[in-house]
């Protein structure tokens, strides 16, 4: 391990001891830093998955990213460009298969299934799909496992896992709060993949699309969850307070009332996710 922190710019930084990131300088309002390409790779392997290959303008970042072993294959955590433009790219780069939960995005590899275990690079990885930020936005469990001697034909001893870690996407980040994309997600189905996580996530590094990583994922998500509920609140009594039903308020001026204290730079994002939360209201 290194002492390097985040943001370390297109080198490859490790987090767990199968885990690594090269974050890609590519800041943004809606990217915060920069896109996280996370490498997983158990030690003494040489091949390595990559999760979200990033934009496809920045040729450094692929390069860097192709350079960190035999890439066996590539997932896709969702369709948001910052983590699929350079699939055509890195696919030729690279030759090997990109696996995405929409066919779109795949590329040599077949559409991710929920709760299919992949056993790639020494790593047992178990696609959780978490929709809510996007549709086919999707969470992978990765482990890391220590098997008894393959020389002793007579033990017993079972399979333990020695590591876990969650790749999220952007459906939890690494700082600030994860905006809804009113275009195809949704607020129950965000709130649903949240308990999920926290099920799910016992013992889980947080290694997220964007933001510094977490040793513990379930704090932060239980973080996500709380916050969401206290914005619903919000909105509710601002609703109140305008005299409107969630089917009559405006996103904007839900907005302008409800996020008043933060900067107007960020209202555009915070629309989208007011957008989804009056969407929830009206089917409460």
Known sequence: MTDLAHPAYEIRRPVTAFASVVLCENPGM??????????????????????????RAHRKHLKRVAETGDVALVLITHRHADHTDAIKRFHK?????????????????????????????????????????????????VEHLAKGDPANTAATEPTRVIGRAMVTGDTILGSGTTVLDPSDGTLRDYLNSLNRLIVEGEGCALLPGHGPDHPDLIPV????????????????????????????????????????????????????????????????
């Not at 390409?37 to 290959?53: E, F, I, N, S």
């Not at 914005?231 to 308020?249: E, M, S, V, Y």
């Not at 904007?252 to 555009?268: A, E, G, H, I, T």
């Not at 915070?270 to 409460?284: D, G, N």
């Open 93 to 141: 780069m690279t030759g090997a298969p990109v696996r995405a939960r929409t066919e779109a995005h795949c590329r040599d590899g077949a559409i991710l299934t929920d709760r299919e275990v992949i056993e790639v690079a020494g790593l047992r990885i178990t696609v959780l799909l978490t929709p809510g930020h996007t549709a086919d936005s999707t969470s992978f469990l």
């Open 30 to 55: 809606m990217e915060l830093e920069g896109t996280n390409t996370w490498v997983l790779q158990a030690p003494g392997r040489t091949d390595c998955v990559v999760v979200d290959p990033g934009p």
């Open 221 to 284: 998500a239980r973080f996500y969850k709380t916050h969401r509920e206290e914005r619903l609140d919000q909105i509710r009594a601002a609703l109140a307070d305008l005299g409107l039903t969630p089917a009559q308020a405006k996103p904007m001026k839900v907005v302008r009332k409800v996020y008043r204290d933060v900067d107007k730079k960020l209202w555009p994002a915070a629309r989208m996710s007011v957008k989804a939360q009056l969407t929830y209201l009206r089917e409460a």
